[in-house]
């Protein structure tokens, strides 16, 4: 066998072939063969086709689409080409915002649809039959039915006299810029609607992203304008009501003031599709805002109020709503690629001094190991203890807090009555005396129980001697007689006739900031919330409850095994002082960590370029083209009950856009298609940035098996260079690294490859059950979430394990 293996992997055999003493006076024996070495070309071969798998991907892939902006319907900015005849936006890099006419607008269709004026028309001359009359005051929620809760509130009602000048009035707010100031004013026509905190908080509801060529684009720094006419969504429950008031003869009774209001005032100016490629009723600008790049060069826009609207506000208030409005827009994609990608990049600077001061505080940690090893451990395994305790009565005071009370108070709370427990009955076992009950029905009334403690604490005071109120005596109140007996126990006492009553047993306190407090009786840790709890839901405090009581039984194991493995504890602190020792004596072996980091960033730099190209290519048919009636049906639905509650109202349904893993969105069509059974069919689906194949399987493999092998090399030239140290005579004069890395690449590189391979096919399979995971949830299969959930639980137990063979 050592004669196949070549002069490179083994030196002349020794012909008694076995290990004498003097072969281990200068460490490990020299006499060895190589190990593992069939994976050597097995590694190379990985490295082979993850270069062929790279090329292949680089032809048809486009990292940009990973990172760049899009817009509402999901087309990427500044491409030539996007999915499913999507609009051109080879030169409209940035991602901007517009007006949401329909969000901005239909709160005013409505006033005027369901406002008196209308309904007179519509039940009296528009509607043929009574069915229709009934649909349509149900819509409006002019009459109770079981689609409303109440009347809209739309801003109140409008009569035949003044819908026109008050539907013309907020309209022009919305389609004049010179009154964008009364837009956002609480003086204006739309105050009490667009001057909210609530519009800024949801700022992005009433705006579209769009791809243009700046961020501020407005129709006056563009040419060729295009007009807008407002019309309700074609799924909307108003549309057919807006267009028989729109469409109405004129010798309907009445009809001219609504009809001609319909007509004029909801039109709106809009760019010219040269910067604005979408339909007419996604290029409203919206008024009174200025956007501007969230960041110098960046391709995103966020906004500011314009210089007018800010000085009608005042700057107090229009620094409140920019920054509410900034929230809620940069929250809008916070978590997406490309910002990410940005920040990194505009914070690389300190990303490499953190680094570099991040690795001379490791050095540091080192050499200093030697002298505080021991002290880190035990005050490690101290702090796990505390841990066990704390999160244990974490949670036992969260299962019993009750709303309105903070969780420091309910903690000192229970902490107080834990102690009392606790004292009262040792004092009560030494004494031998008959306890009396501690229980008590109403309001307290007849507890006759030695709770001499408040809620918080506080000493109480004696009945008969306390000075803040001196009516609270036994010859006024039955509950304090015989005040030999009541001492300074808790009560209640109360009259019949008494008009302000306590709602349960108190005491007068020693503490003069504090003259009275609630009492707890004795052994109730956790009272009865009379004004609800803080988690609301019964079964979750029960889980909370018990889950702390867990918590406690893990720390008091945690305890055992550290007294029953002490020794072994020691010992390996020993080991680490000696380790610091090696440290000190050999610091060139400080370089096999730094060379280690060093390529472990050049590869991991690389494989995310290579990836790149293989994660954008979403096959064109991986997304539905279709149109959808609801979005309930594109979207799904989702129950928001916890994973353990059941039943019918907990059913999930999964949608036709996001029913598999990577997941896109879902937009509305201002185009509807009309169904089969003539519903409009308006929602569409958005593909996702990226997606997961073969290619990427085979590429992600062996980015975990060259991380694995990066780590196993480095432990292992370590592992020797220790072993040479510690086994040689002059400990002192040792430079054992060399020698380390020639036996580790003569002879165990085989092992390397091999033992590494091992642990990244295991961590392979665990984030393959993590993909899977994904799949289960999107097709919101609960079970099939939890069961793989605990098969990659015990997947990482094993990894961890294997890691030390």
Known sequence: TMAACGAFCCPPADPEDKVRPEHLQEGPVQNRSCTDIVFLPIFVAAQIIFIIVTIIGMQDGDPGKLYKPRDYRGAYCGVSENWNNGPVTTDMPKLSYT????????????????????????????????????????????????????????????????????????????????????????????GDTFSTQNFWEQVTKYVNQVCVPECMMTVDNTTGSRDYVYTPSPDSAFYGYWNKLLNAEDSTPNIGPIKATIATAFTFTALPAEVCPYHESLCVPMPGMIFKELSSGSNYCTFELAADVANALGSLASSAFESLGFDSINGAFSESFGKFAGDFQASLDTFIIVSVLSFGVGLSFLVLLRFFIGACVWIAVLCTILFFFFGGFFTFVLSGQCDGVGLLETGHQAAVAIVVASTTAVQDAVSGEEVPSESFTGIGADYIGRQQYTRLGKKCAVWETQEWRDVYRAANYAALDPAFRTKNYCRNPYNETDELKAKTIWCVTTDPDVPWEE?????????????????????????????????????????????????????????????????????????????????????????????????????????????????????????????????????????????????????????????PNGEQMCWRCAPPRYVFDVRFAVSFFVYLWNNAFNIALGQMLIAMCVSLWFFSRDKTSTFVVKRGIKTILRYHIGTVAFGSFIVAVVQFIRYLMKYFEKQAQAQKNRVMVLVLKAVQCCIWCFEKCIKFL
Do not use: H
Request: charged share 10%.
């Open 519 to 675: 009492c707890i009786p004795i052994g109730v840790i956790q009272p009865e919330c009379q004004r609800g709890y803080a988690v609301g839901s019964a079964t979750m405090r029960d889980a909370l409850y018990y889950s702390s009581f867990v918590i406690w039984a893990l720390g008091i194991v945690w305890i055992v095994l550290v007294i029953v493995l002490i020794n072994r504890i020691r010992l390996a602190i020993a080991l680490n002082k000696v380790a610091a020792v090696f440290v000190a004596t050999n610091p060139t072996v400080l370089l096999i960590p730094i060379v280690q980091a060093i390529c472990a960033i050049i590869w991991v730099a690389l494989w995310c370029l290579s990836a790149s190209f293989l994660l954008s290519q979403v096959p064109d048919t991986y997304t539905p083209k279709a149109a959808y009636a609801t979005f309930s049906e594109a979207f799904g639905t989702v129950s928001g009950c916890a994973f353990w509650e059941t039943g019918p109202e907990c059913t999930e349904i999964a949608g036709q856009c996001t029913n598999k893993w990577p997941t896109g969105t879902v937009w509305k069509d201002n185009n509807c298609e009309v169904g």
């Open 99 to 190: 007006m949401n006419v329909s969000s901005m607008a239909d709160t005013i269709m409505m006033q005027t649809v369901c406002s008196s004026y209308a309904s007179s028309l519509m039940t009296g001359y528009l509607l043929a039959t009574q069915q229709e009359k009934d649909d349509y005051l149900c819509d409006c929620c002019l009459s109770p039915c079981a689609k409303c809760d109440g009347a809209f509130d739309l801003g109140g009602d409008l009569l035949s006299t003044d819908l026109a000048s008050v539907i013309s009035s907020k309209m022009a707010e919305l389609t004049d810029p010179a009154q964008a100031q009364s837009l956002f004013s609480p003086g204006g026509f739309n």
